[in-house]
């Protein structure tokens, strides 16, 4: 019986193998859709599992309000964690981190630049148990001057060597020595780095400043551990070990409840490391993680995919019902069950499911490296893994299940003997169902394409918008400090080419990845006990060319010049420093102070330094447009070092990377030439909303291709169903365009149902979405609009062409039999 099931399976396939192919492509493009994102959801949800004992470890954060700032952040003071290893008993192990950027790296002669190096504490490899493939883990991050390095680094300095007990050169003269060397850490990690420096042998580690916030701090905690317990003993510890600083700067009747009662607060959590990679987006992340949202979308979109797909089956297999229905009546009138039909049909659908799954497969192994290259990821599909199979398995008689069940009820309900006098308008009582799934279909087409578009607008929002500062033709050379004594000279250096119009040195730009550095300050005068008078700002060394460079604008005093020689006291503030200071009076000329930079505890009137305001500079954006434009000030650092910046004008972007590759060879001889764009390094500041907007398009176009299968298949199904109507008016005379437009108007009154239920929730998703950004678009119609137009173009496309095939019938073929 199963033999001859096959046969009549492949038989019916082959007799309408077009509608069987369009079946199988769109069932198996929705598969391999659902694949690919599977693959990334199961990589997402999967970070930082591969550490033992992942389950145990938290990462201290800090909730930071001082001065009118409010500040989230993965930084706490360099001694937590110590001090939570000796006074919270749960806390088993703690580590701390400091990342201090990049470094030039040597063995002999040739410096190599990396940035994957970080100072860690020597308890690293308690908390983070990661296997060791030379050395050993006791005491291997207890002495100054010594390193772990990565499988990748001891390849790349010791290919075939024992690295352990050998010892690189960082910026020509920190020298450390190699004490084991580590399995790579896994890319699905939020930890990015293949050196870890001792911290043993770095001041700020050892300095025991509360007041500061520069260092990451991961705890291993006991088994059982209650982390809000923790967090409230982690409470009474801060304030035990913060009060008596507070007290020694603003005096001893400091009051700790009126300054929490100001606003201020100082407040550390626990977040589990399993939660950062999709749960956290604050300063100081390791690297840009991905978020709970993005995950949530996808799911959704993959299971909307597949929907749609599956939505297609049900209506092309009913759209050609009328091919069958005679097949129905004649096994009915032989003594067939319904059971025995909904087992032939059944059979059918989990063959197509079947194969659809495997091209499926295949789909996916060629689209995924496209897929890799567009999201930043690398993925591969898992051949080894016995639970993929059983999963295709498993999916495949769900996906069975879910596009051959309606079908088959509908197909097994004929009425023989209406069927077999050629009558199955009334078999078909569920028109209402179709129609309702196509506007499903193109509901999901709608929010996503609005959705795409908004976010795109979003995106040009951001690129385009006037920042306060030209990034536009900026070149920034890094490691200033190769030069030692020579940056000048290579800033004059450059200059003297006429395609170089200006050009600055310094470590600060309003760009993430370069210096940022928060002190509290104050007009002189005011009365620091009263917290109110703090307010707590960016402080930026800059030099005399800095704001010249930038383009930005001077709105109230003058630029810095050396023709002052008192501008070694000066600063130029941003106009939210202006507000949040709120001199009495015209700010220019105005004394601000701060504490000194080598302590902020016992403070005495000749422990400040002071400051002149000598400009006010417009308003510049200098971290993420999620961000609000926080306070800054600007003052002349004698030395600056970091990042030289210079201004071009040439076209020719290469002949100006030659000249300045040239001065650098000359005055840094041996020494790595890197650069970047200023542009492009604010482009990269949203290069994961980009990712995720190209991603975006691309499943909005492939459910549109899929979501068209399903009107093609409606279409088709109400030609079929109308044929002898089509008939009879053309005999009557009927044009083919009067036609056309009898056939499409109920297509059309779907689309617009689609348009009526999408919009909405569309406008909804993007208000959310857009509410992460402080400066963003305004949401308006002509998003929808253009949405709008390109469905019901889209969608009068596929009508229009199955319309048009079936007003060009000849009469005489569809009423011959009448």
Not at 41 to 66: C, M, Q, W
Not at 91 to 115: C, D, M, P, W, Y
Not at 194 to 216: C, D, I, Y
Request: some cysteine; glycine content about 6%.
């Amino acid at each position: 019986m199963l033999q001859n099931i096959l046969k009549i399976a492949f038989r019916n396939f082959w007799k309408s193998k077009n509608i069987s192919i369009i079946n199988i492509l769109g069932l198996s493009l929705g598969i391999s859709i659902c694949l690919i994102i599977a693959l990334l959801v199961k990589n997402e949800l999967g970070y930082d599992r591969h550490f033992p004992n992942a389950e145990r470890i938290y990462r201290v954060t800090s909730d930071l309000v001082f001065g009118g700032n409010a500040m989230k952040m993965t930084f706490v003071p360099a001694p937590m964690a110590d001090a939570l290893l000796e006074e919270i008993p749960e806390v088993e192990a703690a580590v701390h981190f400091r990342n201090q950027g990049t470094f030039l790296i040597k063995r002999h002669e040739e410096n190599i630049k990396e940035s994957k190096i970080i100072y860690a504490g020597k308890d690293f490899l308690k908390v983070f148990d990661i296997p060791l493939m030379q050395g050993k883990k006791e005491g291997a991050l207890d002495e100054p001057n010594t390193m772990l390095i990565s499988q990748t680094m001891a390849d790349k300095f010791f290919k075939g060597e024992n690295a352990v007990g050998q010892s690189l050169v960082l910026d020509n003269e920190l020298v450390f020595k190699i004490t084991a060397v580590y399995r790579d850490i896994p890319e699905n990690s939020h930890f990015d780095f293949h050196v870890l420096l001792s911290a043993e042998g770095l001041p700020e580690a050892k300095s025991g400043q509360w007041m500061g916030n520069n260092f990451q701090t991961y705890i291993l905690v006991s088994p059982g551990a209650d982390k809000i317990e923790m967090e409230r003993k982690i409470a009474t510890m801060t304030e035990k070990h913060l009060l008596p600083v507070l007290k020694q700067i603003m005096g001893e009747d400091f009051n700790l409840e009126v300054f929490k009662a100001s606003g201020n607060k100082a407040e550390y959590t626990l977040m589990p490391l399993l939660d950062i990679h999709l749960h956290s987006d604050l300063v100081g992340e390791f690297k840009a993680n991905f978020s709970i949202t993005y995950v949530y979308l996808f799911t959704a979109i993959a299971v909307f995919i597949l929907l749609i797909a599956c939505i297609n089956f049900m209506n092309l297999a009913t759209a050609k019902s009328s091919n069958r229905a005679k097949e129905v009546g004649v096994r009915k009138s032989m003594g067939s069950g319904r059971s025995d039909l909904i087992f032939q049909f059944m059979t059918e659908t989990f063959l197509m499911s079947i194969i659809s799954f495997i091209l499926a497969v295949i789909i996916a192994s060629f689209l995924l490296p496209f897929f890799n290259d567009l999201a930043g990821r690398n993925l591969a599909m898992p051949f080894d893994s016995l639970t993929f199979y059983s999963s295709l398995l498993l999916g495949s008689i769900l996906v069975g299940l879910i596009a051959g069940i309606y079908p088959s009820l509908f197909l097994s309900g004929f009425k023989p003997a209406k069927v077999l006098k050629g009558d199955i308008s009334n078999g078909m009582k569920s028109a209402t169902v179709r129609s309702s799934l196509v506007v499903f279909q193109f509901s999901i087409s709608i929010i996503l394409i609005s959705c795409t578009i908004g976010l795109f607008s979003q995106m040009n929002f951001i690129l385009n918008r006037n920042l306060g500062f030209n990034k536009d033709q900026i070149i920034m050379v890094h490691d200033l400090y190769a030069l030692g004594d020579q940056k000048q000279a290579f800033k004059q250096e450059v200059l003297n080419n006429s395609l170089i119009e200006k050009g600055t040195l310094s470590g600060f730009l309003p760009v993430s990845g370069t210096n940022r550095s928060d002190m509290p300050w104050w007009v002189l005068g005011r009365d620091i006990q009263d917290q109110e008078n703090f307010v707590s700002i960016q402080n930026w060394r800059v030099d005399f060319d800095y704001i010249e460079t930038l383009g930005m604008k001077i709105i109230q005093g003058r630029d810095f010049s050396m023709d002052f020689p008192s501008d070694s006291s000066a600063v130029i503030i941003n106009a939210s420093a202006l507000k949040k200071f709120n001199f009495d009076g015209d700010p220019i000329g105005q004394k601000i102070a701060s504490f000194t930079g080598d302590n902020v505890s016992g403070v005495s009137k000749d422990q400040f330094k002071t400051k002149t305001v000598i400009g006010v500079v417009e308003n510049f954006h200098f971290e993420s447009l999620k961000e609000n434009i926080g306070a800054v000030l600007m003052y002349i650092d004698p030395n600056p070092s970091g990042i030289a910046s210079f201004k071009f004008k040439s076209q020719d972007v290469e002949e100006v990377l030659q000249y300045i590759e040239g001065k650098w060879r000359e005055l840094a001889p041996g020494q790595p030439f890197t650069y970047d764009f200023l542009d492009d390094r604010f482009a990269s500041m949203y290069a994961a909303e980009a990712k995720i907007g190209k991603i975006f398009a691309v499943f909005t176009g492939i459910a549109i291709f899929i979501a068209c299968l399903g009107l093609f298949a409606l279409a088709a199904f109400t030609a079929e169903q109308r044929k002898k109507e089509i008939g009879i008016r053309k005999a009557l005379g009927a044009s083919v365009s009067t036609l056309i437009l009898l056939l499409s108007k109920e297509f059309t009154k779907l689309v617009f149902i689609s348009l009526i239920i999408g919009i909405p929730i569309a406008w909804w998703g993007m208000k959310s979405w857009l509410e992460n950004y402080q400066y963003r678009i305004e949401l308006s119609w002509g998003i929808f609009f253009i949405a709008a137009m390109m469905v019901l173009v889209i969608a009068w496309s596929v009508m229009g062409y199955q319309s048009l095939k079936a007003a060009n019938t000849n009469p005489i073929d569809s009423l011959k039999s009448e």
